[in-house]
Nanobody
């Protein structure tokens, strides 16, 4: 089994920064896509960033483009999401997820096979 664990969430004032981490372990498959999603109560889970771990190709949603950036470690077992210039509307539960392969557009929750437990990000004004 593949397992994902998120960390790094917290509370920050608008304009501040946080760095989330997602660590993958278990029976890790190659040719995978890892992605970050966020969700607020009553709303659909939103795909905000994704990386194809073998090539390093990335996708960012318009809502976070220019403010958030993905990176991964040399072993490709940890993915970071650097979040800068945070806004109150970034407040959400953030999840990482993994799937075999990777699409060429916004990541969709239904395509992802394994999920972490989530980490809360709260941005105050």
């Amino acid at each position: 089994q593949v397992q994902l664990v998120e960390s790094g969430g917290g509370s920050v004032q608008a304009g501040g920064s946080l760095r989330l981490a997602c660590t993958i372990s278990g029976n890790i498959y190659s040719g995978k896509c890892m992605a970050w999603f966020r969700q607020v109560p009553g709303k659909e889970r939103e795909g905000i960033a994704a990386i194809y771990t073998d090539s390093g190709a990335t996708y960012y949603a318009d809502s976070v483009k220019g403010r958030f950036a993905l990176s991964q470690d040399n072993a490709k077992t940890t993915m970071w999401l650097q979040m800068d210039i945070l806004k109150p509307e970034d407040t959400a539960m953030y999840y990482c997820a993994v799937r075999r392969g990777c699409g060429g557009s916004v990541p969709r929750a239904i395509d992802f096979e394994t999920w972490g437990q989530g980490t809360q990000v709260s941005v105050s004004s």
